[in-house]
């Protein structure tokens, strides 16, 4: 019974603190080294914590920015992550429009050295992705990242992007 209180009240404050607690623990972790690391854990009942944060750069032939930083932290036993993500791309050049951030959903699955995970997004002043499909790959122990947005208008290509990042895990 404990256990999936514990777990839950993990959840929803993960939730509560919204972007801004996304972005702290993307803080904490940069003061890291960049390689894979692994958070002290004393949770019960075999709850885990993943935070996936990089600078990606566009696989060539795809679609979307040159480059995109992504943010992602999900919770919970290792065949059932839950948790929520951002996008943003830095800053361009002028006169370049630049791209909006994205927020969104994560679900998914921690097997072996590698987490998957899929969601959708929830805002963006980018129209067509919300609602798009959102697909993180990470490997835990070379923190080599992809990022895939399958925007709902498909006249906009699929935005593919990968490149090494920090993963931190317990």
Same mark, same amino acid.
């Given at each position: 019974?404990?256990?999936?209180?514990?777990?839950?009240?993990?959840?929803?404050?993960?939730?509560?603190?919204?972007?801004?607690?996304?972005?702290?623990?993307?803080?904490?972790?940069?003061?890291?080294?960049?390689?894979?690391?692994?958070?002290?854990?004393?949770?019960?009942?075999?709850?885990?914590? /993943?935070?996936? &944060? *990089?600078?990606? %750069?566009?696989?060539? $032939? #795809? =679609?979307?920015?040159?480059?995109?930083?992504?943010? /992602?932290?999900? &919770? *919970?036993?290792? %065949?059932?992550?839950? $948790? #929520? =993500?951002?996008?943003?791309?830095?800053?361009?050049?002028?006169?370049?429009?630049?791209?909006?951030?994205?927020?969104?959903?994560?679900?998914?699955?921690?097997?072996?050295?590698?987490?998957?995970?899929?969601?959708?997004?929830?805002?963006?002043?980018?129209?067509?992705?919300?609602?798009?499909?959102?697909?993180?790959?990470?490997?835990?122990?070379?923190?080599?990242?992809?990022?895939?947005?399958?925007?709902?208008?498909?006249?906009?290509?699929?935005?593919?992007?990968?490149?090494?990042?920090?993963?931190?895990?317990?």
């Amino acid at each position: 019974m404990l256990q999936g209180v514990t777990r839950y009240s993990s959840r929803r404050a993960l939730l509560r603190a919204g972007a801004a607690g996304v972005l702290g623990l993307g803080v904490s972790s940069a003061s890291r080294s960049a390689a894979a690391q692994t958070w002290p854990t004393n949770r019960v009942g075999g709850s885990r914590r /993943v935070h996936i &944060d *990089g600078v990606l %750069d566009r696989v060539p $032939g #795809s =679609g979307g920015p040159a480059r995109l930083a992504v943010s /992602v932290t999900v &919770d *919970g036993p290792e %065949d059932a992550l839950c $948790g #929520s =993500g951002w996008t943003m791309a830095p800053p361009p050049v002028a006169p370049a429009v630049p791209v909006a951030p994205i927020y969104f959903t994560q679900v998914g699955v921690l097997t072996g050295d590698s987490v998957k995970l899929v969601g959708r997004g929830l805002f963006s002043s980018i129209v067509p992705c919300v609602g798009a499909e959102i697909e993180v790959t990470a490997g835990l122990v070379d923190g080599f990242i992809t990022f895939r947005c399958m925007c709902v208008d498909p006249s906009i290509p699929d935005w593919r992007l990968n490149g090494v990042g920090t993963v931190v895990h317990d």
